[in-house]
């Protein structure tokens, strides 16, 4: 196809816009509200996807060793875990570690004589703890690497946290369950409005075509126009609603570390608004574009018979 050609039916298509200014800007408005939307529950999916990541990260399963085993099967036993493809990391802790970090929290400073009367004492209940501590990649697979883990031999016992894996595997599925929903809705709700403004034109230039097919004009120079109408409805709708995303999200970020910063430390953070927008801009523009050629495609189809 000719790149004249694509100029006259790009300029026919904007001119169909502005034929029907009420439908179009009903389409663009309603487009810009969906891409809205659908860009804040995705920046609210992401930075929620974050935390949680950040959140599994700290649940830990802590694995204890057979009394008496020596350091080369404790060593074993912590490459087996590395092996293992849920696993994120491994980090050992020795009894005398375990030890230190109790003390800290129980005896607190200057109580020295305490500590070490007690470290060397047969009432020591960290005497034999040296353990590995272990976190998952997926929350969801915690339960997995747990069976794998209580079948390696010189395992004693292996502890997790149920409840949290359970809880935040729940979220994740909630999460991604909701999400996807509301996106349909606002899709569909969008592809049919921007068919009803495309249909318009179709009509208001019935006569037209009618003309154009009886000198000549190809099937794809008479359908061309319309479906990049609605291209170009679908590329406005998704800009402005972007553009509004990055300022109010930049102010969002500015508003959490000025008035909630306990909360921001709390979350391990926010994704920055370059980080969210690597991801929203590319989606939101090809959503918008693909609505709009969805929409035309369809109408094209029902109303246009040429």
Known sequence: ???????????????NIFRNMMFSLASIATMTACIFLFGLFFSIMLNVTYIMRNVETNVGITVFFDEGLDQAGINKIGEAIRSHENVESCEYVSAD????????EYFGEGNEAAKEGFRDSQDNPLANSANYVVYVNQIENQNELVEY????????????SQEASSTLSTINTLLATVTGAIILILLAVSVFLISNTVAVGVAVRREEIGIMKLIGATNAFVRLPFILEGIIIG??????PLVI???LYNKAIEYILERFSVLQDAMNGLLPVGTVFTYLLPVGLLLGIGIGLLGSIITIRKHLKV
């Open 149 to 160: 883990i209580r079948g390696l031999d010189g395992v004693r016992t292996v502890n997790q």
């Open 1 to 15: 196809m000719k790149i004249r050609t694509i100029g006259y039916s790009a300029g026919q298509g904007v001119k």
């Open 245 to 247: 995303l990055h300022i």
């Open 235 to 240: 590329l406005i709708g998704s800009i402005i």
């Open 97 to 104: 570690q375990a030890w230190d970090t109790y003390s800290e």
